[in-house]
């Protein structure tokens, strides 16, 4: 950040400001030590405050393309949960598997499907075989976009 005032202006200002309060109270009647004792801390006042940054400028950005909140959080957990699932078979039949089984039903269903025995050609074999073979582990992520692309398509 830039301060208000570039350093050779600052000090010009913190003499005159300086110059100004003891000139005025040598006026007043105080004696010059004084004076000069009061100005030098009003001086360096006016030296601080002209070389502060400029804190009230505005930042002019873009705004972000999109705006952060439960969508990227639930993506956050989603990962996670990938994760976990990928290291952990049991975690993938509890609770990954039960997921992608209802977003299954519920793609079929649009379709006039009530049952994923009915919708297997149009789920394809490795997604049926992945949704309820009781031994299935979680693929790949590469696998695994495939087949949340090929639900979505349903």
């Known amino acids: 950040m830039t301060p208000l005032v570039g350093l050779v202006r600052a000090v010009l200002l913190a003499l ?65 949960r990938f994760d976990e699932a990928s290291r952990d078979r049991d975690r993938f039949l509890s609770r990954v598997r039960p997921r992608l089984r209802a977003v299954a039903d519920a793609r079929l269903r649009q379709r006039g499907v009530t049952t994923l025995e009915q919708g297997r050609d149009l789920l394809g074999e490795d997604v049926y075989r992945l949704l309820t073979d009781p031994n299935a582990t979680m693929p790949d992520p590469r696998a695994l976009a495939e087949l949340l692309d090929r639900l979505e398509t349903l």
């Open 16 to 80: 005159a400001a300086g110059a100004v309060t003891g000139f005025g109270l040598v006026e007043l009647g105080s004696p010059v030590g004084w004076a000069v004792v009061v100005a030098l801390p009003v001086a360096a006042l006016a030296l601080l405050l002209a070389r502060l940054p400029r804190a009230a400028d505005i930042t002019w950005s873009p705004l972000p393309s999109h705006a952060p909140g439960a969508t990227s959080v639930a993506a956050s957990t989603l990962a996670s």
